[in-house]
């Protein structure tokens, strides 16, 4: 089995993670987004991992889940208490520090 | 087994101690809360100090904890200067006395502003006891990430640095829609970047077959031409750690959260992320990717010119002293990169008593640590109603109201400018001979224009308080014990190191090798 496939799909996961996070305005868009690209570095990790002949990539794929899911907690957090100050999920909104 | 881990005890004791202040927050009263956490936290970072200065005569540069990290000279002395910041970020964090007996923290940071819960938290005294716990585990990441052996622990302790960071940021007291906006900025930018962070390790370790620095420099050594892939993973490695410490074109998210963060919050991050993030990069850089150096130098070079460019003219206009203080950070870090870049060290023909890149930047972070905690820690005593006053106007005067304070201020400011006879012109003399010697002389040359530029914007601060007549709408608080504190270590700190450098300096060159 050749990884080439995989690795095609997870550069693809990751441009669309950040063409999410670059384009669309929805906070909770913008963070799935973030997240699509953690999941692209998964599959590359194991993809990787498969073609080295060695395990570690693999590992390192669940250490990487235990992070994303910390991360949701602390996102979901912040982005809960942003949305009942403002009524609004938009990234726009959030404009009161200027240069 | 346990012998494997002890000498990476004072990691294990930062992270122990915050968990039991987790413990604390259902075990202890309410009224003794405050105190108690501020106390432990204290005790913890202490303790851990003492062990890494006892593990630093102890033990022999080695690798611990079973090869996750790495315990050379370094890494000791980037945890002591870590937990001495900490400890000094952790006495602004209790203040009390200039917040008029409340502390810097929202009473209950998950209730809606202005809202019924929040003045019945206000009118119950309540207080988010949480942040002593949220700065130990921060600080505990960053202890792992600058002794870190291998990529994945470091995307790990990275996390774990930032993540509390994150919340603290949206937790001050006054202006708290700002604080959450800075909270969720810092959140996205922070997600992004550390998802490209990983995304480069996926693809180091892709060329290299394993996480670990020693087998990623063996398997560069080994194949003579740097492929693509490797190449790629070099960039987005590089992209992860420089948003960390704040450098052009990844510095967006500085300004905004410092302005937006609790001042606390603020002088800590400024300091302890910004020193982790730097000796990440240098092992990164210098370990695992050294063979690489003729590809990472020009690369680095083009973001140390644009960081120091752009924090020092953008500095130029700002009007408010915490977003000055932000792109004066954006500056240093430019500074700072422009040491990472000469890349001498012991390895590629340094003498062994001579200053090279390590512990010039170990020199330079100890200088811009002791200034910035305690400009920010004087930026809490300036307030307008009980709130904080940062911008230029509220500033006026406050040298000629208060001298003492006003020259307090500009010693600081003086030491950011690199000004003889303070610290900051030690770490920039000793930063700048590091680039000269690796050969990069007309880098060096642009970094004297900027450090010229940024001398303007301080200055002008200067000026601000001496020359300007009184603002009688801004009050100046009489700071506590613990800001005292902070402000005299600062000023005494940077005073000596710019006096008698001698101490520091031959202490930075003895543990300036990196182990592999």
């Known amino acids: 089995m050749s990884p080439n496939a995989y690795l095609v799909l997870s550069a693809i996961l990751f441009s669309i993670g950040v063409l999410g996070f670059l384009i669309r305005r929805n906070v909770l868009i913008i963070f799935m987004s973030v997240e699509l690209m953690l999941n692209a570095a998964n599959l590359a990790m194991v993809a990787f991992s498969y073609a080295n002949g060695n395990l570690l990539g693999q590992v390192g794929a669940f250490f990487v889940m235990v992070v994303a899911a910390a991360e949701v907690v602390i996102g979901l957090a912040i982005i809960m208490i942003i949305f009942k100050t403002r009524r609004s999920a938009s990234v726009d909104d959030q404009n009161q520090l200027k240069h | ?516």
């Open chain 2, 1 to 516: 087994m346990l012998q494997e881990f002890l000498p990476a005890a004072p990691v294990l004791l930062v992270l122990l101690g915050g968990t039991i202040a987790i413990i604390f927050e259902g075990a202890v009263p309410r009224l003794v809360r405050p105190t108690v956490q501020a106390a432990w936290t204290l005790l913890v970072l202490l303790g851990a100090f003492c062990w890494t200065l006892y593990g630093w005569t102890v033990y022999q540069p080695q690798l611990t904890a079973m090869n996750a990290l790495t315990l050379d000279g370094p890494a000791q002395l980037a945890w002591m200067l870590l937990l001495f910041f900490a400890a000094l970020g952790a006495l602004l964090f209790a203040e009390r006395r200039v917040g008029g007996g409340e502390s810097p923290f929202a009473p209950n940071a998950s209730a809606v502003p202005s809202s019924q819960v929040e003045r019945e938290a206000i009118a119950a005294r309540q207080e988010q006891t949480e942040v002593f716990p949220l700065l130990l585990f921060s600080v505990a990441g960053m202890m792992v990430f600058v002794a870190a052996n291998d990529l994945l622990v470091m995307f790990v302790a990275l996390e774990i640095l930032s993540f509390p960071l994150y919340v603290l940021s949206g937790m001050a007291r006054r202006r708290r829609l700002l604080s959450q906006e800075a909270s969720l900025k810092y959140f996205l930018l922070g997600g992004l970047s550390s998802a490209i962070f990983l995304y480069g390790i996926a693809l180091v370790f892709g060329y290299a077959g394993s996480f670990y620095f020693r087998d990623i420099d063996l398997a560069i050594q080994a194949n003579a031409q740097s492929p693509w892939l490797l190449l790629c993973g070099l960039g987005m490695v590089a992209i992860g750690v420089l948003f960390k410490i704040g450098a052009v074109p990844f510095h967006n998210w500085v300004p905004d959260v410092y302005q937006g963060a609790p001042t606390p919050v603020t002088a800590f991050m400024a300091i302890c992320t910004k020193l982790a993030a730097t000796m990440g990069l240098l092992r990164l850089l210098y370990v695992a990717l050294g063979s690489l150096r003729w590809d990472w130098q020009p690369m680095l070079a083009v973001v140390a010119v644009l960081t120091m460019l752009v924090g020092s003219l953008v500095g130029l206009v700002q009007t408010d002293v915490k977003r000055l203080l932000a792109y004066s950070s954006v500056a240093h870090a430019g500074f700072i990169l422009v040491g990472v870049i000469g890349a001498v060290t012991t390895v590629n023909g340094l003498a062994d008593d001579r200053v090279g890149s390590v512990s010039a930047i170990l020199i330079y972070l100890a200088a811009y640590g002791l200034a910035t905690m305690g400009a920010f820690a004087i930026v809490t005593l300036v307030r307008r109603s009980g709130a904080e006053a940062t911008s230029y106007a509220s500033w006026a005067g406050l040298g000629r109201r208060d001298p003492m304070l006003g020259v307090l201020m500009t010693i600081f400011l003086l030491s950011m400018a690199g000004i003889p006879l303070t610290g900051g012109f030690v770490g920039k003399l000793a930063v700048f001979a590091a680039a000269w010697n690796g050969g990069y002389s007309w880098l060096v040359l642009i970094a004297v224009v900027a450090s010229l530029i940024t001398a303007g914007f301080y200055f002008r601060i200067v000026w601000v308080m001496f020359g300007q007549t009184p603002n009688s709408e801004t009050a100046l608080v009489s700071p506590g014990v613990g800001t005292q504190i902070v402000i005299w270590v600062g000023v005494i700190g940077t005073i000596l190191l710019g006096v008698l450098p001698g101490p520091l300096l031959d202490i930075a060159i003895n543990s300036a090798g990196f182990i592999r």
